[in-house]
């Protein structure tokens, strides 16, 4: 980068465009005759360009600076020129040295040339034989191929044969449960009811085990009354068996008397049979059964 010539700078401007120039990369050129820069600003200037690698040329003259500076200056610009000029040369010194180090290998290379020729047709009759065996590798692959895009038609129909399969399995699993959710719904429904029978179940056996309690006092009461009644009847039931035993007495001395009467009776009737034999044949030959009768009745 070059600058033209730039005018009207004084001390200030020159101290702060020395400043400047310290970390600059990029200018090469500057113009900055016939200015006001002073004796401060050139030695700014000088400190500056002491790290300043890239400035080449400076022009100062018509200023206000003593000659030691300027020179000082200058000397800066042609270290930088020389600089430059060994970093430009120095790809080419490079270059030099590689060429002449190439040249002391030449013969080296010759003979690796002609190795590399030997080696080239070694390789060419590898290639060949390779080209022959991927030839046939071709040929083996492509009858392999072959064989498996068979084998991946038949597994593709497998394939298809089981996703049928696993279609109508899930058919049957879907169907299995959705039977299974209606089975569900009619179980809870059917325990709900029987949830509700269970409460009204234990609310009539609350009634009746109170019922039951009731009942078991009412029971208790009444078989008091009826064991206060039994003893009454026990003691009625002694008197009326000494009453019985009285009666079976009596009744047997009847007896006696009824069977004293009846042998007497009998007694007297026989007599009378006898003595009324003739005129009980007549009668029992017109009429054989009245006498019978009348005897049973005269019997009884």
Not at 208 to 228: F, G, P, W
Request: some cysteine.
């Amino acid at each position: 980068m070059c600058a033209g010539c730039v005018c009207g700078v004084g001390g200030c401007a020159g101290i702060a465009l020395a400043r400047a120039l310290e970390g600059n990369r990029t200018l090469h050129t500057l113009r900055l005759h016939d200015n006001f820069l002073t004796e401060q600003a050139g030695t700014e200037m000088a400190q500056a360009l002491g790290g300043n690698t890239t400035l080449t040329v400076i022009d100062l003259g018509g200023n206000q600076l003593n000659h030691f500076t300027v020179n000082k200056i200058k000397q800066l610009c042609i270290r930088n020129r020389t600089m430059k000029k060994s970093q430009e040369l120095a790809p080419l010194k490079e270059e030099i040295a590689r060429l002449r180090a190439e040249q002391q290998r030449l013969p080296e290379t010759a003979l690796e040339l002609k190795q590399s020729e030997e080696a080239f047709e070694s390789a060419q009759k590898l290639i060949r034989q390779t080209e022959a065996q991927v030839a046939q590798l071709k040929l083996d692959a492509k009858q392999q191929i072959g064989q498996l895009k068979k084998q991946f038609k038949d597994v593709q129909s497998q394939l298809k044969e089981q996703q049928a399969k696993l279609h109508d399995r899930d058919d049957d699993m879907r169907k299995m449960h959705d039977d299974y959710e209606a089975k569900t719904r009619e179980l809870q429904a059917t325990l709900q009811i029987e949830a509700q029978a269970k409460e009204q179940l234990e609310a009539e056996l609350d009634t009746v085990q109170s019922a039951i309690e009731h009942d078991s006092q009412q029971q208790q009461l009444r078989v008091d009354e009826l064991k206060t009644r039994l003893s009454a009847t026990l003691e009625q039931t002694g008197v009326l068996r000494s009453r019985e035993r009285q009666l079976q007495a009596e009744l047997e001395r009847l007896n006696a008397e009824l069977a004293d009467l009846v042998s007497n009776s009998k007694k007297k009737k026989v007599a009378a049979f006898m003595n009324n034999k003739p005129a009980d044949a007549a009668r029992n030959a017109t009429q054989p059964t009245k006498p019978k009768a009348a005897g049973k009745k005269g019997g009884k």
